[in-house]
């Protein structure tokens, strides 16, 4: 019996997962980015695909003698990222950077599920904030399946040979000396990585199978010598 469940337990943790593009039928990129602080100019830039090829990029700075702020974005291929940093000592920064995707797609029975990513980081001292965040939607023809903001793992099950629109939108901001706060320092930032999920053979079990007839051999040769 006590084989019959290892071999059992064996089977079920034989399947992993493995990464791979989305094939999409329809993509549009959004990348903004926007930065002011005081005594200086304000940044600005946006840029979109289509009509720019992917990846796209979007940066902006306002620099002046006492305040900082600068913020970027970028948007490609299974990826978008923004970030944002503010640095005042004697007046307000603030910084924007945003990512967007929209795209459809159809999966296939080989590519059961949709993974998506987000992982933001941040710092702030003294009168400084920063935050990442991501929204997702996620719908099928009329219906709207998902639509929240989400943070580490999104994992969805998906119907082959559906077509998926999929949204997301990634902001990270940024401030600083707020009136009255005093100086501060603050950045943030976000990366989302979106997916397919593709069941494959474990690495253990592929390395448990080549060593199978390695130990069987040694195991014949050993009973042959006795």
């Not at 943790?13 to 980015?33: G, K, N, P």
């Amino acid at each position: 019996m006590s084989k019959r469940v290892l071999l059992a337990c064996l089977a079920a943790l034989a399947l992993c997962t493995e990464a791979r593009a989305i094939t999409f039928l329809s993509t549009q990129f959004d990348v903004t980015a926007i930065a002011t602080a005081d005594g200086a100019a304000p940044g600005f830039d946006s840029q979109a695909s289509p009509p720019s090829a992917t990846p796209i990029s979007a940066s902006a700075d306002s620099v002046g003698a006492a305040n900082l702020a600068t913020a970027g974005a970028i948007g490609g291929p299974g990826l978008l990222t923004a970030s944002a940093d503010a640095s005042a000592a004697g007046g307000i920064a603030s910084s924007v950077g945003t990512a967007h995707f929209a795209g459809t797609f159809t999966m296939s029975a080989a590519e059961p599920s949709l993974h998506v990513t987000f992982d933001p980081t941040s710092f702030a001292s003294g009168a400084g904030i920063g935050s990442s965040s991501l929204f997702l939607s996620l719908s099928m023809g009329a219906t709207t399946l998902f639509a929240d903001f989400i943070t580490g793992l999104f994992e969805y099950n998906l119907l082959p040979g559906t077509t998926y629109l999929l949204d997301l939108t990634l902001s990270s901001e940024a401030s600083a000396g707020f009136p009255g706060a005093g100086p501060g320092d603050a950045s943030a930032f976000g990366l989302t990585t979106f997916t397919s999920a593709v069941p494959l053979p474990a690495p253990w079990l592929l390395l448990l199978t080549g060593l199978g007839p390695l130990i069987v051999a040694r195991k014949r040769a050993a009973a042959r010598a006795a």
